[in-house]
């Protein structure tokens, strides 16, 4: 089947840096997302990667490694409006242009 | 640029009534439009793909003649949930694929409703 998995949650301290996770089984891979979701908001693009290596974009940087099925968010100087649910999504091989997404991060950033 | 607009934001409704979501690409054109339902504390559920000037795919376990999707030009798609119940209260989301190597989702600010 196809799964996608990160942590439920996790807490960090305003200024700090946190890594969030993504590990990822799908029947072929056609790309990986980060979104973050604000309460009550709808999800907003952060990121995509289809190769391996390290994309950044100011505070946020993404990873892959496509050999381990595996990604994760780095967020750096965190701030309190980061406190939110990060969600990961794959995009499986095909003609399909549709996402598997995991069930999200809730991420806390505490003073 | 990327922005998808919908509408209304909020509706209550009572059970047995029909209720429509617009769901716009403002500065794009958009091939494909997504329509996801999300309930409190959980992740996103994908409805349906749509594609512009065909019918709707829908995803297992959803209903099509409930859940009524029109995709009728290529910057705008809507959803009907006919003869809403209040299990059908949900927040609903639309995206839109900006064509392209990346393909990437952009979502709509989400549709809360209420069915009483």
């Known amino acids: 089947g196809q799964n996608i998995d990160q942590p439920t949650e996790m807490t960090a301290t305003e200024g700090a840096i946190v890594q969030i996770n993504c590990t990822y089984q799908?029947?072929?891979?056609?790309?990986l997302f980060w979104y973050q979701q604000h309460a009550g908001e709808a999800p907003t693009f952060l990121s995509y990667?289809?190769l391996d290596g390290l994309e950044e974009k100011g505070r946020f940087s993404s990873f892959l490694s496509r050999s381990k099925g595996y990604s994760y968010l780095l967020l750096k100087e965190l701030q309190m409006k980061d406190s939110a649910s990060y969600l990961c999504?794959?995009?499986?091989?095909?003609?399909?242009?549709?996402?598997?997404w995991g069930l999200g991060t809730s991420l806390a950033v505490n003073p | 640029g990327a922005v998808v607009s919908q509408h209304p934001s909020r509706v209550i409704c009572k059970s047995g009534t029909s209720v429509k979501i617009e769901c716009r690409s403002l500065?794009?054109?958009?091939?494909?439009m997504f329509w996801y339902r999300q309930f409190p504390k959980q992740s996103l559920m994908l409805m349906a793909t749509?594609?512009?000037?065909?019918?709707?795919?829908?995803e297992q376990g959803v209903e099509k003649d409930k859940f009524l999707i029109n995709h009728a030009s290529l910057t705008l798609s809507t959803l009907t949930v006919t003869s809403a119940h209040p299990e059908d209260s949900s927040f609903y989301i639309c995206?839109?694929?900006?064509?392209?190597?990346?393909?990437?989702?952009?979502f709509g600010p989400g549709t809360r409703l209420t069915v009483l």
């Open positions: 749509s594609n512009e000037g065909s019918k709707a795919t829908y």
């Open positions: 990667n289809v």
């Open positions: 799908t029947s072929g891979f056609n790309g």
């Open positions: 995206s839109a694929s900006l064509a392209g190597a990346t393909d990437t989702q952009y």
């Open positions: 500065d794009f054109q958009a091939t494909t």
């Open positions: 999504a794959v995009r499986s091989a095909g003609n399909n242009r549709k996402l598997i």
